[in-house]
């Protein structure tokens, strides 16, 4: 079982659409957790960090279940120019700060 | 410029010869990454350094090394290409744990390597 794990996708919605991804890990003294964005064949891009309590920046919005085990990115009004591929991150304390990432979830967002 | 940049940005090469591809950045951060991303597998962490006396292996380090010649530079070099080392390799920095608020990532634009 991989540490990090995405559902592979991909999620093809029109514009307009709300659309949630989740993301389950495994190691549960994990302590951070990112969203980043990767578009084709580019760099991927820090999106959100995730809180306990949860954040929201303008239409997405990001979610922390630490009793589960997951997080979860929601994205409202979606827009042509969200699709890309979205990476889940998890960071262990124990890897003194080194991350492990999920093979990210791809959204493609139709007119 | 951009704060992580990475050269070359493409590059063929043939099995068997020695290639650097080379890392330099401008954010002041302390820690940098080597990545490399295949389809389908995410990215996967080949070798960190925490500051320019600190080296450490990641998850894949087999068949590569790493030189950190100072705070901004951070180079990766495959001593003798092979075909299944054909991927995007991301560089990356950040400053300190990348963890709490705000912090995470800042990637290169990649290296794409090809290796015939």
């Known amino acids: 079982r991989k540490e990090v794990e995405q559902d592979p996708g991909p999620f093809n919605v029109p514009e307009g659409a709300t659309v949630a991804f989740n993301c389950t890990y495994s190691?549960?003294?994990?302590?951070?957790f990112f969203w980043y964005r990767q578009d084709c064949r580019k760099e991927p891009k820090l999106l959100m960090s995730v809180y306990s309590s949860g954040n929201e920046d303008g239409r997405f919005t990001a979610q922390l279940n630490r009793a589960s085990q997951y997080i979860s990115l929601l994205i409202r009004d979606s827009k042509l120019s969200d699709s890309a591929t979205y990476l889940c991150?998890?960071?262990?304390?124990?890897?003194?700060?080194?991350?492990?990432f999920g093979d990210g979830t791809t959204l493609t967002v139709k007119p | 410029d951009a704060d992580v940049t990475q050269t070359p940005r493409n590059r063929i090469t043939k099995t068997g010869k020695r290639i650097m591809l080379e890392c330099s950045q401008t954010?002041?951060?302390?820690?940098m990454y080597w990545y490399r991303q295949d389809p389908g597998l995410g990215l996967r962490l080949i070798y960190y350094s925490f500051d320019v006396k600190d080296i450490n292996k990641g998850e894949i380090s087999d068949g590569y090394s790493v030189s950190r010649q100072a705070q901004a530079k951070f180079s990766l070099s495959l001593e003798s290409a092979i075909p299944n080392q054909t991927a995007l390799y991301f560089c990356?920095?950040?400053?300190?744990?990348?963890?709490?608020?705000?912090?995470?990532?800042?990637f290169g634009s990649g290296t794409r390597l090809t290796v015939v």
């Open positions: 954010k002041g951060h302390d820690r």
């Open positions: 190691n549960s003294a994990s302590q951070s």
């Open positions: 991150v998890v960071t262990f304390n124990t890897n003194a700060g080194k991350s492990t």
């Open positions: 990356a920095t950040s400053d300190k744990k990348p963890t709490g608020q705000g912090n995470g990532y800042t």
